[in-house]
Structures are given as structure tokens and as C-alpha cells.
């Protein structure tokens, strides 16, 4: 239990101070911040009244009323000093409950009532909305807090009115805070997915959403000191409340609108190499089992040996879970495992700008349709390996340019992922009749004996059924040892060979004299994130010393790639240009007859991304 504590503790810790929390940090620093700022103190250094006390002795104090009220003697200065607002702390309470109450059983409650599963985020923003009206008319806000107003008042004697709502927002925040994906908040959407709540999640939960609030309150009481040291905000504290409920409802219509995916893409990713330390951390990796989490749901699933050439009884299928879209269905609608039971159902895990995926692709696809009219389903689950791969719009686009056709599951909180503890693109589940995996493959290859486990399964489902010949697609596996597939993001980069180090940043780099084999090098000006790295001068060069058939890129932007392929002595072998436009996507850079090894440049324009390299 400690050690799971510790985990959730410096999850949320990394989490909290990550890009993703970016925009709520206005809304924080405003509404539960500088909102909680105590009043103007008064003043005690000016005697506005003279009397006699106990004992004769003159003293002097404020009067709180007309000429002649009782005054305000010095035994209350520290009590009227040290009023102080609980507003950050309720905010922050507010979050910590509603986050984890709602990542818990949030899913759970919505499936068992029939409700889709993002009516909350949708509850969320709307009670944001009501809540940043509130801010600016305060009669609204009573309304509001009514519900809760006993859990808002803890705690807020002595400044009940700075802090109304307070519990209330906090509240909407946490329903709507959706933390970066990690290993550990993984562990937790997959527990509350499943219903597998014991002791060691809800522990786990709890110590993440208070490790990711930390940093929230620090920032919420730097607002409010913020605001008591300087002048102008004590002065006019009616307008900082409107300019906090301004900052809410923009907030809520960035939400609805997506708006802050945009700005978190936009944005390095700085905390990505603590964050890997954390996922590579053996005792982490023990705690949470990671790849996956074992559940009650999954646990056969051990039983199927990879790539296996006869069929094994692996459990029940886990359910799809944490799927934000549906695409290729009718009217968008989800499918359920339990409703196909009679059918024989692949589930192939991938994402469209894999070139493993790619070579795969035309495989399912040709068993889609050779043998969904005898009783065949397919489900890609599409789980992102970059941010540009959760947007629909690119997964559309992606599917289409691929000829995918069966229904498409959007997995981008890796849920489904985790559920079947899953580690690679691609990777085929293949359930049978009965709901019942029976054959698990990780990676590309054993086509044949795939398509002949989903005829077998075929023929046991229905033994009159008529199945046509066997689909005839090439198999594209590369035979031979090539170079591993190249990462320019900065958390997945292992086979740099240049100068200076490769850093987060904006830089110049300088090639090697020479360019050790499998590795790659940069030349002129690049900035580079945990995405890959982008051409920020039109010098930009990249060299990669490469052994396949084809190397294929990963471009973003709009432009033209010059790319070449070098001769030992460093002349120009083969030349040829790469029009790189629209959302990022896989780019031929050399096509060959057979294995070869040499250098590959590329010219890139200002404003081309790289984000990786394959071989073939």
C-alpha cells in the first residue's frame, strides 16, 4: 500500500507541473487564488480613537462605528490581522474529491445507467459555465452553492463571502481535469473501468489527485499573495471577481471546443523524460504490473503464447473500454463484445502513421472482406503513438488513405490498451463465437497463420458455412536485419551521432565527419520536443546511415523535402522530392529492389517536422 502511495504521489506530482495542467492555471491563479486575497487590514498605526482603560491608562484603537463607538483596542490587532480566506484550499479539496470519485466509478455509474460516457465532461463544463456567471453575479452563485453548502462553509467563517463557490468550482474542475497519460493514471482508468476498485486503487487514486493538486495549490496561494501584496488588486476586488469569471467561462468554451489539446501540442513536452524514469522504473513497473495491469478481466490472457500456431483458451475477452469514438459504424454507434457473440471477432490495436501498421493493414482489410459475410468482425482499435494521432480528423483522413472499412475504436487514454495489456503496433486478439480469446500475435508477420486460425474459428462457429479461398496479399515483412526504426522525439531517441547533445530546445547541430551505420546526425538549426524535431532555418539537413530496402519518414508541415541517397565518396546516388502538406503522415524517402546500406540527406524547410524513421 506505501509503495503504491509513493507511486500515485509522484505521478501526480510530475503530472501537476506538466503541459497538460497549462490551462486551468488561469483559472486557479484567479478564482482560487487571488479571489482568497484577505481583506484591506485596518489600519492601527493612526489612534482615530482616545479612552481610558482598566487601570487609567490611555489607549487608542479604531472605532467601528460613529464618533463615540466602542473602540477597537490592541488585543484584537493579531485576530483581525490573521483573517485569512480557506478559498484555495476549497477549490483544491473540491478537485481532489470530484477527480477521484469520478475516475473511480464514473465509468461504472454511466454503463450501469445507459448514459454515454462523456455526459460528465459535458456536466463539467456546464457547471464551469454556471459557475463563471456566478463569479460575475454573486445571487446566482448563492444559488449554486446551496447544494453544497455545508462542505463549502468549512472552514470560511471569517470570509464566507470571498469564499462562495469555492468548493463548488473545485468541483467542476475535478471533473473535468484530465491529467496526461501515464503509467499510472492507466492503472487507474483501467480499475474503474473494469470495476476491480480495491483498497490499493482508491489509494492510489487519492495520493495521485492530491500529488497533482500540490502544485495547483502552491500556484492558487502565490495568487492570493500575490494579490495582498500588491495594491491595485486590494483595491478592486469586484473586478478581479468578474476577471475571475471571465477566466472560468473561457475556460469552459476552450473545453468544449478542444481547444486546450491545441495548446498542449503546441507546447514540449518537459516533463516527458521524468515521466519515461517513472514508466522504466522496475519497482514501478512491479507495483503496477505495467503492460499490462492484470485484472480479473485479462488475467488468461497470459495463456496465449505469441504468434502461436494452434489456438489456446485465453479467457473471456476483456471489454472495449475508454473509447472516445466509434468511425466506419452506423451513426457512430459503440459496439459491444456482447452483443457479437455468435461471431468471430479480430481486434487489431494500431495507429495510422505506423509503417508496421501499414504493412499489416492490407492483410486485415483483405480478411474484412473475404469473410465478414460468414461471420467475420473486425475492430481496429486505434490507440495513438503521437498527439497528432488523437485528432479524428487526422485518424479519418489516416483510414481513408489506407482503404480501412471495418469500425474504427478511438483508444486515446490507451484504456483498451492497457485492458488487454498490450504493448505493440500492430497486435491481433482473436476472440471466437463464444467470446473466448484464442490467439494473440505482437507485431507484423504469420499472416498465413492468422487467416487460417480465423477460417478454423469460422468453421466452428458454423460448420456449413462456405468460405472463399484464401486471401493472396504480399507479405512485406522485412526478411532481413535492418536499421531499427529511428525516433527523433527526445524521450525515444537512442541513435543520435552528432553535435552538440541532443536537447530540448532550439539549437544548432553540426554532422559527424563520419556517420556511424543505424545512427542519424542534424545539421544547421532545429527545435526539438517529445514529438521529433522541426527545421528552423532553410540550412536544416538531416543525415541517416541506413541498411533496409525502403526508409520511410514520418513529415509534418508544408513543403519540400530534397532527399538524397549518398555514395561512399559523397556523391549523389539518386535524388528525388518530397511534397509534404496536410496532417503528419508517412512519406517514401527511398525506394530500393534490395537490401542496401549507405546515407541518406535530407534538405527540410523551415517549418518541416521529422518525427521518425522506418525501415523495409
Not at 9 to 21: A, E, N
Not at 115 to 121: A, C, E, I, K, T
Not at 164 to 182: D, I, K, T
Not at 337 to 365: E, M
Amino acid at each position: 500500500m506505501e509503495t503504491l502511495v509513493l507511486i500515485g504521489l509522484l505521478g501526480g506530482l510530475i503530472t501537476g507541473i506538466s503541459p497538460c495542467i497549462l490551462p486551468m492555471l488561469p483559472v486557479i491563479f484567479f478564482a482560487g487564488g487571488v479571489q482568497g486575497a484577505r481583506e484591506p487590514a485596518l489600519r492601527f498605526d493612526v489612534p482615530t480613537a482616545v479612552h481610558a482603560g482598566a487601570g487609567g491608562q490611555v489607549e487608542t484603537g479604531v472605532a467601528t462605528a460613529g464618533e463615540g463607538a466602542p473602540a477597537v483596542g490592541l488585543a484584537d490587532r493579531p485576530a483581525r490581522r490573521r483573517a485569512r480566506s480557506w478559498r484555495p484550499y476549497l477549490v483544491i479539496a473540491g478537485l481532489v474529491l470530484s477527480f477521484s470519485t469520478m475516475t473511480l466509478l464514473g465509468s461504472l455509474v454511466l454503463g450501469a445507467l445507459g448514459l454515454p460516457q462523456d455526459l460528465l465532461r459535458w456536466v463539467g463544463i456546464v457547471l464551469l459555465a454556471a459557475l463563471g456567471v456566478g463569479m460575475i453575479v454573486p445571487r446566482f452563485e448563492e444559488v449554486l452553492e446551496r447544494p453544497f453548502l455545508r462542505l463549502a462553509s468549512l472552514g470560511s467563517r471569517r470570509a464566507a463571502g470571498q469564499d462562495r463557490g469555492a468548493f463548488v468550482l473545485g468541483l467542476g474542475l475535478g471533473v473535468l481535469y484530465v491529467p496526461c497519460a501515464g503509467p499510472v493514471l492507466a492503472a487507474i482508468t483501467v480499475a474503474g473501468a473494469t470495476g476491480d476498485i480495491g483498497p490499493g486503487t482508491v489509494a492510489l487514486t487519492v495520493s495521485f489527485a492530491v500529488g497533482a493538486a500540490v502544485p495547483l495549490l502552491v500556484f492558487a496561494l502565490a495568487g492570493r499573495r500575490v494579490a495582498e501584496r500588491v495594491s491595485a488588486f486590494r483595491r478592486h476586488q469586484r473586478g478581479i471577481r468578474v476577471t475571475g469569471g471571465v477566466v472560468v467561462l473561457l475556460l469552459a468554451g476552450a473545453l468544449a471546443l478542444n481547444l486546450p489539446q491545441q495548446l498542449q501540442r503546441a507546447l514540449p513536452d518537459y516533463t516527458g523524460a521524468l515521466q519515461q524514469q517513472v514508466d522504466e522504473n522496475a519497482s514501478v513497473q512491479d507495483a503496477l504490473d505495467l503492460g499490462g495491469i492484470v485484472t480479473d478481466a485479462n488475467r488468461e490472457l497470459s495463456k496465449c503464447s505469441n504468434g502461436s500456431a494452434e489456438l489456446a483458451d485465453c479467457g473471456t475477452a476483456p471489454p472495449l473500454t475508454g473509447i472516445t469514438r466509434w468511425l466506419n459504424t452506423p451513426d457512430g454507434a459503440a459496439l459491444d463484445l456482447a452483443d457479437l457473440r455468435g461471431k468471430v471477432v479480430l481486434i487489431d490495436f494500431w495507429t495510422y502513421s505506423c509503417i508496421n501498421c501499414q504493412r499489416a493493414i492490407p492483410h486485415v482489410s483483405a480478411w474484412y472482406d473475404a469473410y465478414r459475410d460468414a461471420g467475420l468482425e473486425v475492430i481496429g482499435v486505434h490507440t495513438p503513438e503521437f498527439a497528432f494521432e488523437r485528432e479524428t480528423r487526422n485518424v479519418v483522413a489516416g483510414a481513408r488513405d489506407l482503404g480501412v472499412e471495418y469500425p474504427i475504436a478511438q483508444d486515446n487514454s490507451y484504456s483498451t490498451w492497457t485492458t488487454y495489456r498490450n504493448r505493440y503496433w500492430p497486435a491481433e486478439y482473436l476472440i471466437d463465437a463464444e467470446g473466448t480469446v484464442r490467439y494473440i500475435k505482437h507485431g507484423e508477420g504469420d499472416y498465413g497463420v492468422t487467416e487460417q486460425h480465423v477460417r478454423d474459428l469460422l468453421r466452428a462457429a458454423d460448420p456449413d458455412v462456405e468460405l472463399p479461398p484464401a486471401t493472396d496479399v504480399a507479405d512485406t515483412t522485412p526478411g532481413e536485419e535492418t536499421t531499427p526504426e529511428t525516433y527523433l522525439a527526445l524521450n525515444k531517441v537512442f541513435n543520435y551521432s552528432g553535435g552538440p547533445e541532443y536537447g530540448s530546445g532550439k539549437q544548432d547541430y553540426e554532422h559527424p565527419d563520419e556517420q556511424p551505420t543505424d545512427t542519424f546526425s542534424l545539421g544547421g538549426t532545429w527545435e526539438v520536443d517529445f514529438q521529433g524535431a522541426t527545421a528552423a532555418s532553410d540550412d536544416a539537413t538531416l543525415r541517416l546511415a541506413y541498411r533496409s530496402t525502403d526508409v520511410f519518414a514520418v513529415l509534418g508541415g508544408e513543403g519540400t523535402v530534397t532527399a538524397r541517397v549518398l555514395a561512399d565518396d559523397g556523391s549523389v546516388r539518386a535524388e528525388r522530392e518530397i511534397d509534404v502538406a496536410g496532417n503528419p503522415t508517412l512519406y517514401d524517402v527511398l525506394r530500393g529492389d534490395g537490401q542496401t546500406d549507405g546515407i541518406v540527406e535530407l534538405d527540410v524547410p523551415d517549418g518541416i517536422a521529422v518525427y521518425t524513421f522506418t525501415f523495409g
